[in-house]
């Protein structure tokens, strides 16, 4: 055990040496507030009252200090070391800026619908404990940076020993989910934590879908590896694409979403290209690149197929016994039965003989 917490320990400081300078800041602020909330009267002020979202107390900057409030060590060390690893993934492939916009409209969209929610309730149960418990958590943002890894590696499998050999990138958010409702039923953590990791997905996936600004222009992913149904099990995929494609046309009718569209250079007959709006080429040629390698996977075992006898000499054999002999003239000489016949005028009798030539 002690071994472990030392790798643990030493894998954690190499990551943070990947990791912006924003990530650092995120985890001193995560740290920092830890402490803060063995103060009393602390965690109202940090944490996400419903209640303090409406005159009289209005308390707008809890929107943001919820996500990096948590008050127990464990979902400290959790959330440390979730916001490390999955950061030093995203860096390389996000701008400073990209990621700072990324986490603020997460973060705060996550926390701003979980206090709607607070207030839809309340409205509908007139319960006042509903409005005045409070929340918190880093888990939304977390599930948002998971949605993000799943958007370039889908189908990249988990390594580490503890998680399953055939458990992909693309089952994790759902898996995180499920995980945390779970938790909610066992009353570990309150309904509204739950709910904050759906709405971070949620979030995460609506953003990067459809307003994500691209380096080629334009905005969000439009790409079939991306689509809302790949966040579900394969199983129910369909059905779920059918509806979202139904949904996605009342919201573009809204002017909500914008409108897939192609776009066709016809100056190069010969090869007609199409361009899709937030399609990052380098996505593509990503995927491409997937595409070859298991192609290559595939020839390969076909390769190692069983070589089957060789019939050349069999047939060969069989070829020279089934071939025609070789022709043969014949020659018909007649000869006469007897030279005294031949003297006397006689008839003669004459006698065929074949003779092959």
């Known amino acids: 055990m002690y071994h472990q917490a030392q790798r643990l320990v030493a894998l954690v400081a190499q ?3 990947k990791v912006s300078i924003a990530t650092k800041a995120f985890c001193a602020i995560l740290i920092a507030f830890y402490l803060l909330s063995f103060i009393p009267g602390v965690e109202e002020n940090l944490a996400m009252t419903p209640s303090y979202v409406v005159p009289p107390k209005v308390k707008i900057w809890t929107l943001v200090t919820a996500t990096f409030y948590e008050n127990r060590i464990i979902f400290v060390l959790l959330d440390l070391i979730a916001l490390i690893g999955l950061s030093s993934v995203l860096h390389p492939l996000w701008s400073l800026k990209e990621y700072l916009v990324f986490t603020g409209v997460v973060s705060t ?6 206090t709607v929610l607070c207030l839809f309730l309340y409205f509908v149960t007139q319960n006042m404990a509903v409005i005045f418990s409070n929340f918190h958590g880093l888990v939304g943002l977390v599930c948002g940076y998971i949605v993000a890894v799943k958007q370039f590696y889908p189908d990249s499998t988990l390594s580490p020993p503890p998680v399953p050999p055939t458990l992909r990138v693309k089952h994790v958010p759902l898996l995180v989910v499920l995980t945390y409702l779970v938790l909610s039923l066992c009353k570990v953590v309150s309904p509204t934590v739950c ?12 953003y990067l879908r459809f307003f994500q600004p691209r380096e080629q222009g334009g905005r969000g992913d439009m790409t079939e590896e991306f689509a809302f149904a790949t966040l579900l099990p394969e199983i129910v995929q369909p059905p779920v694409a059918a509806f979202s494609r139904a949904l996605y046309n009342v919201l573009v009718a809204a002017k909500l979403c914008p409108k897939l569209s192609q776009t066709y250079n016809m100056d190069e007959p010969s090869s007609i290209k199409i361009a899709l709006p937030g399609v990052n080429p380098a996505d593509a040629q990503r995927r ?22 060789s019939l050349d000499d069999n047939s060969q054999d ?24 031949k003297d006397q005028g006689m008839p003669v009798s004459a006698k065929p003989t074949i003779v092959p030539k």
Do not use: F, I, N, Y
Request: glycine share 6%; charged share 20%.
């Open 318 to 341: 069989e070829a020279g016994s089934l071939e025609p002999s070789s022709p043969q003239t014949l020659e018909v000489k007649v000869e006469a039965s007897g030279s005294a016949q």
């Open 288 to 309: 491409q690149q997937r595409a070859l390698k298991a192609l290559d996977e595939r020839l390969s075992k076909t390769d190692q197929a069983p070589t089957w006898p």
């Open 15 to 17: 990551q943070m040496q």
């Open 195 to 206: 709910w904050l990791s759906l709405s971070g997905t949620l979030t995460a996936w609506t």
């Open 109 to 114: 969209v996550s926390v701003l619908s979980g």
